[in-house]
C-alpha cells in the first residue's frame, strides 16, 4: 500500500475529483505522489471543529480507489492516496501535478492505461455547501493551461514525441513547459506506445516523459528544444539516461521501493512512485530552479511480505539545479541517524506497513515498506530532515509524529500499545449552529503512545435522547466520517452516546471490538457555530507484551479525562473480565484529572475491558467511556472459533481443487487463482470471507488474502462465495520454505445479523514450486559390461526468494534404467541430493539401455524426471 502526498493514481479514461476530505496530511507539500500499502488508510491532522472534513474518492478501473484530502489551510496542501484492493502494494506510477491539475498513469501494466486527472484546486465546497480551508499549491495556476494568461491566441505547430533506443513498447506520462515563462502544456500519448503530440507556439521549450514497468526499468528522460515557424520533432534518448539512486555501504541491503522527480523553477513536478527493485534512469540536464529529488527506501535482500525486513533505510537526497552525469548519491551507515521502532499488534503475527515521506519545500512521496508486526525494527535515517510517518496493518493505521533524527543513535518508539481508544480533546470534533449538531471523531483507534489511529474498516452508531427519550439515531456509519443531528429549538440537557464498532474476531486485529461514548452536556439553540467541548477518556496499561497481553504480574490501568479548555476530572474507574457481564471497580481518589490501579488478570482471561467516568467541572459535561477488549489476558492469543445460529459452511476449493505450482513467473509478477465455498442459513447468506495460512490458525507461520468472498444466492438459504487471489511469489513469499501444504479459514454471516459460521481449518491446498532434473549423464560411453558406469544430474526448483531455480538439496532422487527393446522403467537405488542439488552414483553396467533420474513430487514440490542417457554395453 502506498500513500500519497499529492499525487493520484490512474484507471480508465479522464476522472477528476474535488471536495472534502477526511483529513490533511500534516506537513508542507508543494506536490507529489506516492502509492499506499494496501487497505491504508492516512491519519490526517485533526480539523477544526467547525469544518468537518469528509473524504471524496474515486473509484478506479482497476477497483483501486484515488481518494483527495483537501488542505487544512494556506499552510498546508492537499493530499492524496491510493487503497488497493486487496492490502498489499499498489503498482507504480508516473505523475505530473501541472498548476491545480494532477495527471496520474499507472506504468507497465496490461489493458487500457488512460490518466486519471484529479483536480487540487482546495478551494472547492466542503460538507455540505461549508466554503473549505483556502490556500492553493505551488505553481503558475491562475493562468490557463496550453495557453498565456490575457494574451491573444497565438500560431501553433504541431510537435510530435517519441523514444529513441528503447527496446519496451509502454504507456508514458509526457510534459512541454516554455523554459521561459514555465507555462506548461499537455502532451496527446499514445497507448502503449512512446509517442505523443502537441501544439505549440514558438518558442524555447522544455520536456519530460516517464515510463517503466514493475521490477524492470525505468526512465525520466529530458529534451530542450526549439518551436519557430514549422513542425518539430522531438526525439527524447533513452540510451543517453544514468543510473539514479542512493548507495550505501551495508551490502546486506538493497532498494526496497524508490520515488525519483524532477522539479521546475514553478514549483510544478514530474516523477514516479512505486515499489520493487527497479533500477531507475534519467536525463542528465541543467536547467535554473530545477532539480531532481530520490526518496528510497532499502531493506534487507531476500525480505518479503510474509518475511519482512528487521532493517530499514529511509534516504533522501536531492540534485540541485544540475543532474550530473553519475547521478547517485552515496552515503556511509555512520553517517546516518539510527533508531528502533517497537511495532505491537493486537492478533496473528503478520507484516504491517510503515509508510514515510520526508517533508521538503518542493514536496516528497510517501513509500511503503513491510515491517514485522509484532516484532522490532531497526531504522536508519538520513538525519536533520522531518518525516512524516504512517504505520498499521490490515484496517488499522496509526500516524507517528513527525520526527526529525540527528546522525547517531536516537532514542526508540513504540506504535500500536494498546488500549485503542478515542483520546486527545480536541481530536473530537462537536459543534452546534442554530440546531445542526455535527459530530466528527475519526481517530477512534489510537493506542496509547499518543499515535492518531483509525480503522477504516469500523462504523458508528449515534443515539441522542433528552428526558430520556430519544431524539434522532444514526447507525452504520463509516467511522472515520462526519455526523449532523438534528436538535430540538430551545435549551436542553441531552444524553448522547456514540458505539464505534469493529469485526474483533479478524485474524489481526482483535482488541478493541466496540468502543462507547456516553455523554451528557446542556446545549442551547446558537446564532454562530459553538464547540460544546466533549471529554473524552484515555487508558494507559503498564507492563503488556508484544501482542498487548498481560503477563504473569498484575497490570496497572491509567486513566485519564481530557476536557478541553474545561477542568476535568475523573470519578470512577473499573475493568471486566467477562465481556463486560460484570464490572470491578478501582479505587479513585481525590480530584484529579487522573487515576490508576492494578487489574489482576486470571490465566483463563482472554481480553481485559475498562470503563471509565468522568467530568468537566467547569460545564458540568459529564463522560463515561467503555472499551471492550481494551488488552488481552493470557489466553485472549487463542481465537476460537464463532458458530452460532444453522450457519454452515462447506465445499471449500483453492484453485479448483488442483495445487498451486508457482513457476515461471518474473520477479513481481502474480498468479491468480481463486478461492471458492458454500454456505447456508434458513435465512441466506449476507457474506463471507476467507483466509489463507501456512502453520498454526493463532500463530501462523504466513498469511495471505485475508479477503472479502463475494458471495451470490443459489437459492433462499444457499450461496456461492467466491474470490480471486493475487500472489507474487517474490515479493509476497519470499522464502522457498513456505512451499507445501497451506490451510484455509473461511467464515459466512447471515442475513439475520445472528448466525454466523467460523471455520479456522475449512480445507487445505499444496502451494508447491516446480522442480527440474538435469538431463541424465552416463559416463563412460560406451561402457565395458561389468565396468563401473557413473550416472549423474542435477535437482532444482523453482526459486521464490529469487528469479529462476535453485538447488533442492536433501531430496530422494531415483536411478531407473529401462532395458533395450522394453519399455517399462526399473528402480535402481535412490541417492540424497547435494548442497547443491547435485545427485551421483555409481554402479556395473551389464545390458544395454536407457538410465535417468526421477524425483517424486512431495507437498512442497512437483515430480520431475530428467531426459534419459542411452549407454551401449560391450
Known amino acids: 500500500m502506498t500513500h500519497i502526498r499529492s499525487t493520484g493514481h490512474t484507471g480508465r479514461g479522464r476522472q477528476t475529483a474535488r471536495g472534502a476530505a477526511a483529513g490533511t496530511v500534516t506537513g508542507a507539500l508543494v506536490a507529489a505522489a506516492a502509492l499506499l500499502s494496501p487497505g491504508a488508510a492516512a491519519a490526517p491532522a485533526a480539523p477544526a471543529p467547525e469544518v468537518p472534513p469528509a473524504v471524496t474518492a474515486t473509484t478506479l478501473a482497476d477497483g483501486e480507489r484515488l481518494e483527495v484530502l483537501p488542505g487544512g489551510g494556506v499552510a498546508t496542501q492537499p493530499g492524496f492516496r491510493i487503497v488497493s484492493q486487496d492490502g498489499g502494494p499498489a503498482g507504480r506510477y508516473a505523475y505530473a501535478l501541472s498548476g491545480d491539475e494532477l495527471t496520474v498513469l499507472p506504468t507497465g501494466r496490461t489493458g487500457r492505461t488512460t490518466p486519471t486527472r484529479a483536480d487540487l484546486d482546495p478551494r472547492s465546497e466542503q460538507t455540505g455547501g461549508r466554503p473549505g480551508p483556502s490556500g492553493r499549491l505551488a505553481g503558475p495556476s491562475s493562468a490557463p493551461r496550453g495557453g498565456t494568461a490575457g494574451s491573444a491566441a497565438a500560431a501553433t505547430y504541431p510537435v510530435t514525441f517519441s523514444v529513441a533506443n528503447s527496446v519496451q513498447e509502454t504507456g508514458s506520462l509526457m510534459r512541454v513547459w516554455d523554459s521561459t515563462t514555465w507555462q506548461p502544456y499537455d502532451v496527446e500519448t499514445e497507448q502503449f506506445a512512446l509517442r505523443g503530440t502537441a501544439s505549440l507556439p514558438p518558442g524555447n521549450y522544455f520536456a519530460l516523459t516517464v515510463y517503466g514497468s514493475y521490477d524492470r526499468p525505468n526512465y525520466l528522460l529530458a529534451k530542450s528544444f526549439k518551436v519557430t515557424s514549422a513542425a518539430v520533432k522531438v526525439t527524447f534518448d533513452q540510451a543517453g539516461a544514468k543510473e539514479t539512486g542512493i548507495r550505501t555501504d551495508d551490502g546486506s541491503v538493497t532498494r526496497t521501493t524508490a520515488a525519483v522527480s524532477a522539479s521546475l523553477p514553478n514549483g510544478q513536478i514530474m516523477g514516479y512512485a512505486g515499489g520493487g527493485r527497479s533500477q531507475v534512469f534519467v536525463t542528465p540536464f541543467i536547467a535554473s530552479g530545477s532539480a531532481l529529488h530520490i526518496h528510497e527506501v532499502q531493506g534487507r535482500k531476500g525480505a518479503s511480505r510474509q518475511r519482512p525486513s528487521p532493517v530499514r533505510y529511509d534516504l533522501s537526497h536531492t540534485f540541485e539545479r544540475a543532474v550530473p552525469a553519475d547521478p547517485v548519491a552515496k552515503v556511509r551507515q555512520a553517517d546516518l541517524a539510527e533508531t528502533e521502532l517497537t511495532v505491537r499488534g493486537g492478533g496473528q503475527y503478520r507484516s504491517g506497513f510503515l509508510q514515510t515521506v520526508p517533508n521538503t519545500p518542493y514536496g516528497g512521496v510517501y513509500l511503503s515498506s513491510n515491517v514485522p508486526v509484532a516484532g522490532f525494527l531497526t531504522e536508519y535515517v538520513t538525519p536533520g530532515l522531518s518525516f512524516s510517518r504512517i504505520a498499521g496493518y490490515g484496517t488499522h493505521t496509526f500516524q507517528l509524529p513527525d520526527r526529525t533524527l540527528q546522525q547517531g543513535v536516537n532514542r526508540g518508539e513504540s506504535v500500536g500499545r494498546a488500549p485503542y481508544a478515542p483520546t486527545g480533546g480536541k481530536k473530537y470534533a462537536a459543534s452546534r449552529l442554530r440546531d445542526d449538531l455535527v459530530l466528527y471523531g475519526p481517530f477512534s483507534f489510537s493506542d496509547s503512545d499518543g499515535a492518531f489511529g483509525r480503522d477504516a474498516g ?80 484515555g487508558f494507559r496499561v503498564s507492563g503488556l507484551g508484544l501482542r498487548n497481553e498481560t503477563g504473569p504480574t498484575p497490570s496497572r490501568v491509567i486513566a485519564t479525562v481530557n476536557a478541553p479548555d474545561g477542568t476535568p476530572r475523573l470519578r470512577g474507574l473499573e475493568f471486566s473480565v467477562d465481556g463486560g457481564t460484570t464490572w470491578t471497580p478501582i479505587p479513585v481518589e481525590g480530584t484529579s484529572a487522573t487515576a490508576e490501579g492494578e487489574v489482576p488478570v486470571p490465566q483463563n482471561t482472554r481480553y481485559v475491558s475498562l470503563r471509565a467516568t468522568g467530568s468537566d467541572e467547569r460545564t458540568g459535561t459529564t463522560v463515561r467511556q467503555t472499551v471492550s477488549r481494551a488488552f488481552a489476558g493470557p489466553a485472549g492469543v487463542a481465537l476460537p472459533p464463532r458458530t452460532a445460529g444453522a450457519t454452515a459452511v462447506s465445499g471449500v476449493t483453492v484453485n479448483e481443487n488442483k495445487p498451486l505450482v508457482l513457476d515461471g513467473l518474473a520477479h513481481g509478477s502474480s498468479a491468480v487463482f481463486p478461492v471458492e465455498f458454500t454456505a447456508t442459513d434458513p435465512s441466506g447468506i449476507a457474506g463471507g470471507s476467507f483466509l489463507l495460512y501456512q502453520g498454526a490458525y493463532n500463530k501462523p507461520d504466513a498469511v495471505l488474502a485475508d479477503s472479502t468472498a463475494h458471495c451470490r444466492p443459489v437459492d433462499a438459504t444457499t450461496s456461492t462465495c467466491s474470490g480471486l487471489v493475487s500472489l ?78 535453485a538447488a533442492y538439496a536433501g531430496q530422494p532422487v531415483t536411478l531407473q534404467f529401462r532395458q533395450s527393446g522394453t519399455t517399462a522403467w526399473s528402480d535402481v537405488r535412490t541417492v540424497t541430493s547435494g548442497a547443491d542439488g547435485s545427485v551421483t552414483t555409481t554402479l556395473r553396467a551389464w545390458k544395454n539401455g536407457d538410465w535417468r533420474w526421477a524425483f517424486a513430487a512431495n507437498p512442497a514440490a512437483t515430480a520431475a524426471s530428467s531426459a534419459a542417457d542411452y549407454v551401449e554395453v560391450k
Open 728 to 805: 507474487a511469489p517474490h515479493t509476497e513469499l519470499g522464502d522457498n520454505a513456505l512451499a507445501g501444504v497451506w490451510k484455509v479459514a473461511v467464515a459466512a454471516h447471515a442475513n439475520d445479523g445472528q448466525g454466523v459460521a467460523d471455520q479456522q481449518e475449512a480445507g487445505a491446498f499444496r502451494m508447491m514450486r516446480k522442480a527440474v532434473l538435469a538431463a541424465a549423464d552416463a559416463a563412460p560411453e560406451p561402457v565395458t559390461a561389468g565396468g563401473d558406469l557413473t550416472v549423474t544430474s542435477r535437482l532444482t526448483a523453482s526459486d521464490w526468494t529469487d528469479e529462476g531455480y
Open 458 to 537: 469500523a462504523t458508528q452508531s449515534y443515539r441522542l435522547s433528552t428526558d430520556g427519550e430519544t431524539v434522532t439515531e444514526v447507525t452504520g456509519k463509516p467511522a472515520q466520517s462526519s455526523v449532523s443531528l438534528k436538535l430540538p429549538p430551545g435549551r436542553k440537557t441531552y444524553e448522547l452516546v456514540r458505539t464505534v464498532t469493529r469485526d474483533g474476531e479478524t485474524p489481526f486485529s482483535r482488541l478493541s471490538d466496540k468502543l462507547i461514548s456516553e455523554w451528557g452536556f446542556t446545549s442551547g439553540t446558537t446564532t454562530t457555530r459553538t464547540d460544546l467541548g466533549l471529554p473524552d477518556i
